[in-house]
């Protein structure tokens, strides 16, 4: 059975697929993950369109999102696109749009890495499973 993996990580199995579950489960998120991670990529946090986290296959099969990200000012996580965009192009629908994640190990210690303007394009190229990364640095496959 084969997958299609379309952009920011989101895994999902061929429509004539007969299994119950569309979300691929071959990865696992690791204890002291911030958030619960199903799969590479880009997640809004809860309660405010400015953070998001960043999943991270850190060894094959396993994620870690281990810090909670900021968009820069005048700009706003779009779950759609799973990106910062400018505050005009997204339409925001969490309670608070200028509110620090609570309730989170990272934001509850002020462990907010803010993404800087000119930088938004190479930090949402970045791969984000394990293989690519090492690619990515010049590391063979095994």
């Known amino acids: 059975m ?15 697929d007969t299994s119950s579950s569309s979300v691929d489960s071959d990865y696992l998120s690791l204890p002291g993950s ?4 199903p799969a ?14 960043v999943c991270q296959e850190v060894l094959p099969g396993k ?4 810090t909670v990200y900021r968009c820069p000012r005048r700009y706003l996580f779009d779950e759609r696109t799973r ?3 400018r505050e005009h192009r997204v339409s925001c629908n969490r309670f608070n749009t200028d ?17 800087i ?3 938004i ?6 791969p984000l499973t394990y293989y690519e990364t090492r690619r990515h640095f010049g590391y063979s496959k095994k």
Do not use: M
């Open 83 to 85: 990106r910062c965009q």
């Open 63 to 66: 994620l870690l999102a281990d």
């Open 2 to 16: 084969s997958t299609t993996r379309p952009p920011f990580g989101v895994i999902v199995k061929p429509e004539n």
């Open 34 to 37: 911030l958030y619960d991670c």
């Open 121 to 126: 394009d190479d930090f949402f190229s970045t």
């Open 40 to 53: 590479p990529g880009f997640y809004p946090a809860e309660g405010n369109c400015h953070e998001f986290y």
């Open 117 to 119: 303007e000119r930088f």
């Open 99 to 115: 509110s620090s994640v609570q309730g989170k190990v990272g934001a509850d210690s002020g462990d907010v890495l803010v993404v």
